[in-house]
């Protein structure tokens, strides 16, 4: 097999793997600087070592550029992916739970207000009173339980922000935000939603965050079932809500348990050491 560097970008490094006579066998990246890697081997081609070889550039170029470790994407549990890093030397370093909402079954959950808290809404873009401090805001995040996977954190800004929604809506799909605010207009926490380009079918969470200074409060719980109650309303055609979160994250694992909320797979995250 000969392998082959491809263009590569400040936040990604590529490689392809082909037979002798050039015809593709695999993909591999590795981004940057979380150190995550993916392997892409065609179905005809597996169990024949073109992810081996691949893996192996990889942690040289990786070794050679200071890295310590190498970290999977999500990999479905039982899968070949899954056997194929047990075989080498992988170890599990986070468990990921996903869970499903069936909006047509469940009843909207009556959770009470926080006090000293109002909820506001929005879709896509956030309004340019509220930009900065959700510019704040987005480090409720940082924390989050990982187990121990690495967790990069990247920093916010207003341009970030505006991406992130115009990405989505370059999608056709609805970015749908609620945020708690104090009494004095900062924002304690928030939830994120999007809804499919149909309006239909099942609308994914993209995170809930609540900022250390505000957790304890019930907040989390609120937003989200104030979201829910509302894109019941605004989007009649969907029929369920999609979350996922790490095992170690217990608090938010129950509170989607608690607002209906069942699993319905697991994924995990590994992770090699480069000595």
Request: glycine share 10%; hydrophobic share 40%; with cysteine.
């Amino acid at each position: 097999m000969q392998i082959t560097r491809l263009a590569e970008t400040d936040e990604r490094l590529a490689w392809l793997g082909a037979a002798p006579d050039g015809r593709p066998l695999g993909t591999a990246f590795l981004w940057l600087p979380g150190s995550e890697i993916q392997l892409h081997v065609h179905p005809a081609e597996r169990r024949t070592g073109v992810a081996t070889g691949l893996l192996h550039d990889i942690a040289e170029v990786a070794t050679a550029r200071g890295l310590r470790t190498l970290q999977t994407e999500q990999i479905a549990y039982g899968s070949e992916g899954d056997h194929f890093c047990e075989a080498l030397g992988f170890r599990r370093v986070l468990g990921l739970t996903y869970t499903r909402l069936n909006l047509t079954d469940v009843v909207a959950p009556l959770v009470d207000e926080v006090p000293g808290y109002r909820l506001v809404h929005w879709e896509g873009t956030v309004t340019d009173d509220l930009v900065e401090t959700f510019v704040r805001a987005r480090s409720a995040m940082d924390d989050m339980p990982m187990g121990e996977a690495i967790n990069v954190t990247w920093p916010w800004d207003v341009a970030r922000l505006h991406a992130v929604a115009e990405v989505v809506a370059n999608r056709d799909e609805t970015l749908c935000t609620t945020a708690a605010l104090t009494t004095d207009g900062e924002m304690a926490g928030f939830t994120e939603l999007v809804v499919p380009a149909s309006g239909g079918g099942d609308a994914q969470h993209y995170g809930t965050g609540v900022l250390p200074a505000h957790r304890g409060h019930g907040l989390a719980r609120w937003m989200k079932a104030a979201q829910m109650t509302r894109v019941r309303t605004r989007f009649p055609a969907l029929t369920g809500l999609l979350a996922d979160a790490a095992d170690d994250n217990t608090a938010m694992r129950h509170i989607n348990e608690a607002l209906g909320y069942h699993p319905t797979h697991r994924t995990t995250i590994y992770q090699r050491d480069l000595t």
